[in-house]
Structures are given as structure tokens and as C-alpha cells.
């Protein structure tokens, strides 16, 4: 950390400063120039904040040189971090693709939309069961009762499922069930809930915050490993702004600024990020193009009845089509999207909650 004093700072207030930096249990160098003191504040700062030195007697500014995330950054760890994830990895070469409804709505649609899926080439199946909602009284998930058609599907296809957690009350459930639980854009900054899932060695997959910064962002990752739980990947899911003919807009520098900041796998959600099905496929490519890991894509067998989200929902066709194109784009840049998985492993699974238990 620079703690960079006022020109007219007085040799009395640098002092100050450094009793100060001292106190923090933090070492000091001192460098004197003409005009402006400098003063390095050297040792563990990542639990030290700013603005403790900020208001200081004297001071003009302080900047950081290491990063306020230790654990997610690549400065600590310069090796990407590639997760197993049943048969495929994350955030190695391959390019990985999760799809399915943006909720699960009836046994018949999961199990049609997984086939669908997976024939098409994804990886992984999505379907929310526990839906944020941002009116009380739109359809908030089918709960339970979708966790059970998700893991029939699950056995049926032998895709990995990927579900999103609102709560620390719906942890045991889903840690037991779900292949990796998805942290939404809502939750991304809560804490608790973080907290938490840093408990569990669950794979993660952490939305970005509607309004949130990169470094928001990883601080959030942080608390998952901070807890012990390494296995965290982060989804770029569009953020807000003054644009109004998308829901959101897509951020693709977040994908190589991440790449740069953080060893975590990185992947785009071009569903939400466009909110419209007729641009999904453009930005998905965009996102491989940039480096990007993967994609998580929400496909519906009948967007125009859908319960959420049809209008950003790729039907299963549309969604093939970008599956090859976007395999294309990776070959471009010497990876691939991962290959099929050995399915006889979920074969074992039990399809009913209540025989697992
Ligand atoms: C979703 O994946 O359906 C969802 C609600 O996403 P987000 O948290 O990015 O809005
Ligand atoms: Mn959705």
C-alpha cells in the first residue's frame, strides 16, 4: 500500500503516519522526494482497508499495489484453477456449455428439455427451482418438488445439474442433490449465504451482481474461499445501464479483465445479458472469442409458453446451432468444448429425494 502525503504535509504528521502504519503491524519505507513523501506501507494489507490511513492528518491519497482479493487472485495463484466436474473440467481448454430452462416447470418439460440438451451437445443441465422473482406474486419455483424431476433428469441424460440457492436454509438440500449451486445476480452479496457455501467443498457458480463491480465481484468469490471451498467459477450475466433495448448489456471486457485479475474459471450467461433470444447466439460467440470457459444458456422446448424467461430462451434447435458455432470459435483459438462424458457413472443415482435421504 502508497500512502502519498500532501506536499505541505509536515514532518510531524508523517510521523503520525507511520506510528500509524506500524501499529497495523505493518513495515515501512519511507521515500523522501523534493517535493512529496511517500510513504510504503509493506505486509499483509489485504484485511487493512484504505481508508484507515485516508483520513489521516497530512494525507493526500493511498493506493493499493496488491489486490483487496488475495485467494481469487492470479498474483497468488498464476495458474489457472481447472475443476472436475463428473467427467468434464472447468477452466482448462475445454469450453464448457450448461443449458436447460431458465425454470423447472413440469417433470415432462425437464426430462424433454435435458434429452434436448444434451442431444445438442451441452454439458451440463440448468433449471431453477427456487426462482428470484422480482414481483412476490410471479411464479417463484416449484421447490422440492423440481429437485425431484431434476435429478430423474439428471439420471436419465447424465448431465450434471446446476440449480440456483436463494437461502442458507435450502443448503443441506441442495448440497446433497446438486452438482453445482448457483449463487444469482440478487445474492451476490450475501454474505451469509457466502459465507456458508465457503463451508461445503460444492461447486460454485457465482452470478455477477446487477450493478456490481469486478472487484465486488471477487471480493464475494473471496468469502467462498476464504472458507476453504476452492471450487468457485464466475459467470458474467450482464450488468445495468442507461441501455434500454436489451434487459442488460453484455460486459465482455469482464471476461479477459477476469482472466487477467483471477485464476477462477469464467463463464457468460448471454441469456440474461441480452434478455432476448435473437441476439443469445451473437453474444455467445462474442464470449468465447473473448476467452471465456463456458456458457450458460437458457433453452426451452416452448419459449412462448414458458413460465420465465421464454423471451431470452433459445429453443433446442437454435440452441444446437450455436452449440457448433461457438465449438468453431474455440477451435479458433486452440480449445475445445468438451468431450462427452462417461454417463454410466449416474446411472447409480437415485431419481427420488426421498430414497437418497
Ligand atoms: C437465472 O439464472 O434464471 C437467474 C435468475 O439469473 P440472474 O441471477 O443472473 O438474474
Ligand atoms: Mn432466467
Not at 512529496?36 to 497530512?58: C, K, M, N, W, Y
Not at 461447486?203 to 464475494?220: H, Q, Y
Not at 479477459?256 to 441476439?279: E, F, Q, R, W
Request: hydrophobic fraction near 40%.
Amino acid at each position: 500500500m502508497m500512502i502519498i502525503m500532501k506536499t505541505n504535509a509536515t514532518p510531524q504528521q508523517v510521523e503520525d503516519v507511520v506510528e500509524h502504519v506500524k501499529a497495523a503491524g505493518l513495515s515501512v519505507h519511507l521515500s523522501q522526494g523534493v517535493e512529496q513523501t511517500i510513504i510504503g506501507a509493506i505486509g499483509e494489507t489485504h484485511s487493512i482497508p484504505v481508508d484507515r490511513f485516508e483520513g489521516l492528518d497530512g494525507v493526500e491519497m493511498v493506493k493499493r499495489i496488491t489486490q483487496p482479493f488475495k485467494l481469487c487472485s492470479r498474483q497468488f495463484h498464476p495458474e489457472n484453477s481447472i475443476f472436475p466436474l463428473d467427467g468434464f473440467t472447468v477452466g482448462g481448454d475445454e469450453i464448457v456449455v450448461i443449458a436447460g430452462p431458465c425454470s423447472v416447470e413440469s417433470r415432462s418439460q425437464i426430462i424433454e428439455t435435458a434429452h434436448a440438451v444434451k442431444e445438442a451437445g451441452a454439458h451440463a443441465l440448468r433449471g431453477g427451482i427456487f426462482k428470484p422473482r422480482t414481483s412476490p406474486y410471479s411464479f417463484q419455483g416449484l421447490g422440492e418438488e423440481g429437485l425431484e424431476y431434476l435429478v430423474e433428469a439428471r439420471q436419465q441424460t447424465g448431465l450434471p445439474i446446476v440449480a440456483e440457492i436463494m437461502s442458507q436454509n435450502q443448503l443441506d438440500l441442495m448440497v446433497k442433490h446438486v452438482d453445482v449451486l448457483q449463487v444469482g445476480a440478487r445474492n451476490m452479496q450475501n454474505f451469509n449465504l457466502l459465507r456458508s457455501l465457503g463451508e461445503t467443498q460444492a461447486a460454485v457458480l457465482l452470478k455477477r451482481g446487477l450493478s456490481a463491480t469486478i472487484e465486488e465481484w471477487l471480493m464475494s468469490a473471496e468469502y467462498i474461499l476464504a472458507g476453504g471451498n476452492k471450487q468457485v467459477m464466475l459467470c458474467e450475466r450482464g450488468i445495468r445501464t442507461y441501455e434500454t433495448t436489451t434487459r442488460n448489456t453484455t460486459d465482455i471486457n469482464a471476461i479477459p479483465v477476469l482472466k487477467n485479475l483471477t485464476h477462477l474459471p469464467v463463464i457468460l450467461d448471454p441469456s440474461h445479458s441480452t434478455g432476448h433470444a435473437d441476439y443469445v447466439s451473437a453474444v455467445a460467440r462474442a464470449a468465447i472469442a473473448a476467452g471465456a470457459d463456458g456458457l450458460i444458456v437458457e433453452v426451452h422446448p416452448d419459449p412462448a409458453h414458458a413460465v420465465s424467461d421464454g423471451k431470452q430462451s433459445l429453443k433446442p434447435e437454435k440452441f444446437a446451432e450455436m452449440v457448433r458455432q461457438v465449438g468453431q470459435i474455440a477451435q479458433i483459438l486452440g480449445r475445445n468444448l468438451a468431450s462427452a462424458r462417461d454417463h454410466s457413472l449416474f446411472l447409480e443415482k437415485p431419481v427420488v429425494l426421498s430414497e437418497k435421504e
